[in-house]
Structure formats: structure tokens, C-alpha cells
């Protein structure tokens, strides 16, 4: 089985910054994409950032020059830099990591969520 662990969520005021981590761990061949999504209290599951193997970044409109991902395979982690954070921003945060484990293909897999708040 393969484990996605968030921290580093928590409330910060308008301006401020938070980096968000998400450790994968568990029966792990090799991991190719990793993402962070947000979902607000209402609205469906948005894609903020994308990271490949190869550390290309992907980002949504709406973080775009604010919010920073990167990852460090050697450590199956992934990281989310959030820097001038809105209260638009409030959300769960999310990672995913599509995993290979052996065998045809890869499989997608989600964290638990940490909270993000920014108040005004």
C-alpha cells in the first residue's frame, strides 16, 4: 500500500506564507506526476499545481507568481510554497501522486487534506 502525508497547513493572515509538504511512502517503484489540489467549502476539487519527474511545474491561473511547487524525489515528497495568500485561498489542500508499484500501471493516490486558512 502506499501512504500521501500532509503538513504544514494552519491560519495566516492575508500576505502571508505557508509551504505544505506530502511525504509518499509505502511500496514505491518509482512516482511521476505529484499535485496539489484545493477544495473550498462549496465548490468542487481544483488543480492548483502539477509537478512532473522531471520537476516541470503546472500551475492554475490563480496562483500563478504566488505559489511555488517542487519536489525532492529522493524522498518522495512534495512540496507547495504559498506566498501573498488570499483568503480566496482557504481550503483543503490536497496532494495526489500517480505511483508505480510494479506490474502495467500507474496508480493515483490521494492524502488525507491539511487546512489552509487565511484570514483578512
Known amino acids: 500500500q502506499v501512504q500521501l502525508v500532509e503538513s504544514g497547513g494552519g491560519l495566516v493572515q492575508a500576505g502571508g506564507s505557508l509551504r505544505l509538504s506530502c511525504a509518499a511512502s509505502?511500496?514505491?517503484?518509482?512516482?511521476?506526476?505529484m499535485g496539489w489540489y484545493r477544495q473550498a467549502p462549496g465548490k468542487q476539487r481544483e488543480l492548483v499545481a502539477a509537478i512532473s519527474s522531471g520537476g516541470s511545474g503546472h500551475y492554475a491561473d490563480s496562483v500563478k507568481g504566488r505559489f511555488t511547487i517542487s519536489r525532492d524525489n529522493a524522498k518522495n515528497t512534495v512540496y507547495l510554497q504559498m506566498n501573498s495568500l488570499k483568503p480566496e485561498d482557504t481550503a483543503v489542500y490536497y496532494c495526489?501522486?500517480?505511483?508505480?508499484?510494479?506490474?502495467?500501471?500507474?496508480?493515483?493516490?490521494w492524502g488525507q487534506g491539511t487546512q489552509v486558512t487565511v484570514s483578512s
Open positions: 509505502g511500496s514505491i517503484f518509482s512516482i511521476n506526476s
Open positions: 495526489n501522486a500517480e505511483v508505480y508499484r510494479g506490474g502495467s500501471a500507474f496508480s493515483t493516490y
